[in-house]
C-alpha cells in the first residue's frame, strides 16, 4: 500500500484488498463470517487507511501480487493459472468419459427395469453407447498429445 493513508482509494485497491481477505479465509486465518463482515468494510473503504485497518491483524502481504479480477472493468488481462494442453485433455478427457458412463448407465437402468417389469424392449440403449462409446475411444487413442 501507499505510505500515505489519507490517499483515496480506488476500486483496484478495493478489489486486491478483497482477494487478499479471500486467501486469508482460504488459509484459516479468518471465518467466513468474518471474511464477509471484512469485505463490506473493504468496499465502503474511502482511504488506503481505511484500508489498512480491516487488513491490520493479518499478516503482511504484498496486496499488488494479487490480480485485480478479470470482471473488473478497470482491469488489464489479468493473468489466470494455465494449464498445458496435456492437462487439459487428461482432465477433459476424463470428463467426457464420465459423461459417457453416466448416461450410459442411465439408459441401461431404464431399459433393466423395463425388462425387470416384464415388458421386453429391444436393446436400444446399444444405439446411444455404441457409437458415442466408438467415437470417444477413438479420439482418445489417436487424438492431439502434448501442448497445442
Not at 471484512?38 to 499488488?64: I, M
Not at 482432465?91 to 468419459?97: D, K, P, Q, Y
Not at 477413438?138 to 492431439?144: A, E
Request: hydrophobic share 45%.
Amino acid at each position: 500500500m501507499a505510505p500515505n493513508p489519507d490517499i483515496r482509494a480506488s476500486d483496484a485497491d478495493r478489489d486486491r484488498v478483497a482477494a487478499s481477505l479471500r486467501e486469508h479465509c482460504a488459509e484459516g486465518r479468518i471465518t467466513m463470517d468474518e471474511m464477509h463482515e471484512r469485505l463490506e468494510s473493504t468496499y465502503a473503504a474511502k482511504t488506503l487507511g481505511d484500508l489498512q485497518e480491516v487488513t491490520s491483524d493479518l499478516p503482511e502481504q504484498d496486496l499488488f501480487q494479487y490480480p485485480i479480477p478479470a470482471s473488473h472493468p478497470n482491469s488489464a488481462a489479468a493473468p489466470a493459472t494455465r494449464r498445458s494442453g496435456a492437462d487439459l485433455d487428461r482432465l477433459g478427457g476424463r470428463a467426457v468419459w464420465a459423461t459417457w458412463a453416466a448416461v450410459s448407465a442411465i439408459n441401461l437402468a431404464v431399459w433393466l427395469a423395463l425388462a425387470v417389469t416384464g415388458t421386453f424392449v429391444y436393446p436400444w440403449w446399444i444405439w446411444v453407447a455404441g457409437p458415442w462409446g466408438a467415437l470417444l475411444l477413438v479420439r482418445t487413442i489417436f487424438g492431439p498429445r502434448g501442448p497445442r
